[in-house]
T-cell receptor, first 115, second 111 residues
Framework: DAGVTQSPTHLIKTRGQHVTLRCSPI?????VSWYQQVLGQGPQFIFQ???????GRGNFPDRFSARQFPNYSSELNVNALLLGDSALYLC??????????????FGPGTRLTVL | KQEVTQIPAALSVPEGENLVLNCSFT??????LQWFRQDPGKGLTSLLL?????REQTSGRLNASLDKSSGRSTLYIAASQPGDSATYLC??????????FGTGTRLQVFP
């Protein structure tokens, strides 16, 4: 089975632009989460979606939004890009959100550079 | 507020050594703890998950332990190899949504 896939792999944008990142979870997984990883730091939680509903939101501004589609794939949108948004954006999927036994499986990430 | 700390930040060892990576967290109310490996510029690979009711998990040359009461976890790597060189991240799951990560330990194993 294919793992978590993300597109695009790399992206270069300028300040003020908008970007859309895409994620396809492992087949059968219904939960998708998004994380931002700045160089040298651990990933920071942005959103979690389960069964097409937002189930968790991290401490990020309203410029960040996401959605999950009926096939459980997901998009992360960032408006009015700032230099500080440059990071590796990671998507993770899991079977459910029960917590105890849910292993999070991560994709390869999208490297976003804002100039 | 849950905080996760990993020590050391970097480690360089010769091939064949057994080594221990440390992870500490401030709030013992967690569902589980996961250890991940990250190669430069890449995504995260899940290594081990320990549920809050468990004390340890093993996979091949890796063994992870969890002591919730003291807020500590260790990842033991036996007979290290150059291919083990990567950044190792631990993360705790305080609820059903997010993982909270440490900043990682960058490991280099030289031949």
């Amino acid at each position: 089975d294919a793992g978590v896939t993300q597109s695009p792999t790399h992206l270069i944008k300028t300040r003020g632009q908008h970007v859309t990142l895409r994620c396809s979870p492992i087949s059968g997984h219904k939960s998708v989460s998004w994380y931002q990883q700045v160089l040298g730091q651990g990933p920071q939680f942005i959103f979690q979606y389960y069964e097409k509903e937002e189930r968790g939101r991290g401490n990020f501004p309203d410029r960040f939004s996401a959605r999950q589609f009926p096939n459980y794939s997901s998009e992360l949108n960032v408006n009015a890009l700032l230099l500080g948004d440059s990071a590796l954006y990671l998507c993770a999927s899991s079977l459910s959100i029960t917590g105890g036994t849910d292993t999070q499986y991560f994709g390869p990430g999208t490297r976003l550079t804002v100039l | 507020k849950q905080e996760v700390t990993q020590i050391p930040a970097a480690l360089s060892v010769p091939e064949g050594e057994n080594l221990v990576l440390n992870c500490s967290f401030t709030d013992s109310a967690i569902y589980n703890l996961q250890w991940f490996r990250q190669d430069p510029g890449k995504g995260l690979t899940s290594l081990l998950l320990i549920q809050s009711s468990q004390r340890e998990q093993t996979s091949g040359r890796l063994n992870a332990s969890l002591d919730k009461s003291s807020g500590r976890s260790t990842l033991y790597i036996a007979a290290s190899q150059p291919g083990d060189s990567a950044t190792y991240l631990c993360a705790v799951r305080p609820g059903t949504d997010k993982l909270i990560f440490g900043t990682g330990t960058r490991l280099q194993v030289f031949p």
